[in-house]
T-cell receptor, first 117, second 111 residues
Framework: GAVVSQHPSRVICKSGTSVKIECRSL??????MFWYRQFPKQSLMLMAT?????????EQGVEKDKFLINHASLTLSTLTVTSAHPEDSSFYIC?????????????FGPGTRLTVL | DAKTTQPPSMDCAEGRAANLPCNHS???????VYWYRQIHSQGPQYIIH???NNETNEMASLIITEDRKSSTLILPHATLRDTAVYYC????????????FGKGTSLLVTP
């Protein structure tokens, strides 16, 4: 149990295009999902917190108009990178919190490797 | 969240126990110690967590000192597939907030 999937696993796009990444909790309901970004040889950096049915909360320095997050259901959150540029190339990882666990266990997706040419 | 300190890297021979230390001297009474690991180019994987008692599961054991200022994650029989970055995170049990990943320990298991 407690599986989180991400799609796509890898995407290459041209500069200026938009890319949507999906994050799904497959066997539990996730009232909260988190989006992280990881640059090479660095640790995970939180981008935003997404609560089902409400607007996402973005970390300082993360442009909310560039990284659009939608969490319309208890099992799906999407991250759209709008007008992507080469500096947005990174490993994007989502996690979902099982609200019933009581111990803040968070389950992570496998990540999406974005390369912007 | 209390700050954690981990060595940047460690080596371990395959089949031997890997003991990964973590210092968290400012831990509060209601904060748990969580361990995650990240294999290269994958999402982090939950390993184990504990409050003050030692914990064991199918993956690892967690030893927390009596004063709770430090802990050790033990992989009893390390395999090559255990090569990963291991993160020690201190967190209130049910805060609902994101995990704050530090730099972790890069564990290399060698044949």
């Amino acid at each position: 149990g407690a599986v989180v999937s991400q799609h796509p696993s890898r995407v290459i796009c041209k500069s200026g295009t938009s890319v949507k990444i999906e994050c799904r909790s497959l066997d539990f309901q996730a009232t909260t999902m988190f989006w992280y970004r990881q640059f090479p040889k660095q640790s995970l950096m939180l981008m935003a917190t997404s609560n089902e049915g409400s607007k996402a909360t973005y970390e300082q320095g993360v442009e909310k108009d560039k990284f659009l997050i939608n969490h319309a259901s208890l099992t799906l959150s999407t991250l759209t990178v709008t007008s992507a540029h080469p500096e947005d190339s990174s490993f994007y990882i989502c996690s979902a919190r099982d609200a019933t666990s009581g111990y803040n266990e968070q389950f992570f997706g496998p990540g999406t490797r974005l390369t912007v040419l | 969240d209390a700050k954690t300190t981990q060595p940047p890297s460690m080596d371990c021979a395959e089949g031997r126990a890997a003991n990964l230390p973590c210092n968290h001297s400012t831990i509060s009474g209601n904060e748990y110690v969580y361990w995650y690991r990240q294999i290269h180019s994958q999402g982090p994987q939950y390993i184990i967590h504990g409050l003050k008692n030692n914990e064991t599961n199918e993956m690892a054991s967690l030893i927390i000192t009596e004063d709770r200022k430090s802990s050790t994650l033990i992989l009893p029989h390390a395999t090559l597939r255990d090569t990963a970055v291991y993160y020690c995170i201190v967190r209130v049990g049910d805060s609902g907030y994101a995990l704050n990943f530090g730099k972790g320990t890069s564990l290399l298991v060698t044949p």
